[in-house]
């Protein structure tokens, strides 16, 4: 699976160590989902991240983030919404040929879906994640389990 993580995303990781931003950070850095980013956004993100986060460890988890993410170049632009960086990170979602575009911003996602992208808040794709390749049987079987 193919995910691009807007900078709210890792911003909001640091918050709380049980968010959904967090466990999608930690199965990136697990290697169980792959991360897309341009260079240029990549670098904004670790310049902002040193800059609104002072936790050395939560830091540390980043740089392994950041180490797991695979590069992707912008070949064309892409102008639908607003704000550039938005267009950035969409156009990198884009590029990427990515599954997801996982964000907390209210004008990428009211876009839904763009180019076969399905743009989704983190707990949404968190959601997704977890349900996809189960089929119903063993989704519904699991659900009787937990309920003994």
Do not use: C, H
């Not at 909001?12 to 199965?27: T, V």
């Not at 990549?42 to 800059?51: G, S, V």
């Not at 936790?55 to 740089?63: A, F, V």
């Not at 997704?128 to 003994?148: A, H, P, S, V």
């Amino acid at each position: 699976m193919k995910i691009v993580l807007d900078t709210n995303v890792l911003i909001n990781g640091f918050k709380d160590e049980y968010s959904y931003e967090k466990k999608i950070i930690n199965a990136v850095i697990a290697g169980e989902i792959e991360a897309y980013a341009n260079r240029q956004t990549l670098r904004e993100n670790k310049l902002i991240a040193r800059q609104l986060i002072d936790n050395d460890e939560y830091q540390n988890q980043l740089n392994s983030l950041f180490a797991q993410i695979n590069w992707v170049v912008n070949r064309r632009q892409i102008r639908i919404v607003s704000d550039p960086e938005d267009n950035k990170i969409l156009e990198s979602a884009v590029e990427a040929q990515a599954d997801y575009l996982v964000t907390s911003d209210n004008a990428l996602l009211s876009l839904a879906d763009y180019q076969g992208v399905k743009i989704v808040n983190p707990s949404e794709f968190w959601i997704r994640y977890k349900d996809e390749g189960e089929d119903l049987w063993k989704q519904w079987t699991n659900f009787i389990r937990n309920k003994n």
